[in-house]
């Protein structure tokens, strides 16, 4: 069974997956899912923060915690399609919109104080598309709007052809805001698993959604590691590449684990693994000059009594023990 986020989705790799015979479970884009058979995306223009939660039961999803809201929405040349919605994702994104449409609208007025204050003359195709150019960098291109207005300046007895910008709202605009935040709140699983009851290896809506929270463990036990731990940037391109970064990430994976069971067993004040790597990544390797030979060497700072309880937790002495280090070149 692969799980794997959407950033790896394509019609190209789940073919793959599928003539391969792999079972998967991932995710769609965002902007995937108003393409989706059977989903009736503009039913989602009635919900608002205040009627959402009612809403969204009247739809006929059912509740799996107060954070998740699942439909099933049907099953397409074998895949089948679980449509998610998230209440608090529903609101940072329409509070993310208005932000983004705030920045533009911004942007728009220290333009325009930029042209009311133009030293030289300014052509309407270069301006335009200056700040074009800039509304789509921005993602904001479809939600805003705006005239330019020849404005003419008169500086040292010479006139300066400028612009003065008149922000506008079109239908146009409504249209693509209103588009836009029918899929607030959502996202869709995609799976080729069975749903089928005398299948041993279906799995229930349920089932999927806590299979995509759990790959997060993973992806978050490398962070943990990254964290105390210096790995180099690398790019996932080649097979090589990907198959260095999946090992990375299971070790990382079964090392958190087993770090966890082990603060389970015994009770030594450390109840998470972050805080053990917090508590080790403080042992301290000094580089000592002696001033008179000029001699230097390495040594390790004596290990505190915490440091010593989590060594001898995970039975690991030995690597502070003066045989050990002196044969790393450590005194």
Known sequence: MLVFDRG???DVNLKHLELKKYQYITA???NQIPN???ANIERFESINEENMAEQILKMGFKKY???TYYETVGTVDGRRYVMIFNPEMFKDQRKSRKELIQRAKDYLDKENKALSGAKKSRNRDKTGGRIDKQLTTMKAKNFVDYDLEPLVIKAEGKEINSFHIVPKETDNNREAIKKAERTDGLWTIVTNTSSNRDDK???AEEGLIQAYRDKNQIEQAFKDVKSFIKIQPFNVWTPTHVRAHYTICILSYLLDITIANRLKEVDIGVKSTQKVYDILKDGIIGNITI???GDEFLKL???RSQQKEI???FQSENIVRKGYLKSIGIK
């Open 291 to 293: 001033k008179s030979t």
């Open 301 to 303: 700072m004596s290990p």
């Open 36 to 38: 989706m058979q059977n």
């Open 65 to 67: 915690d107060d954070a």
């Open 8 to 10: 790896m989705v394509s």
């Open 28 to 30: 769609l884009d965002k």
């Open 201 to 203: 290896n279906r799995f």
């Open 311 to 313: 060594l001898e937790l």
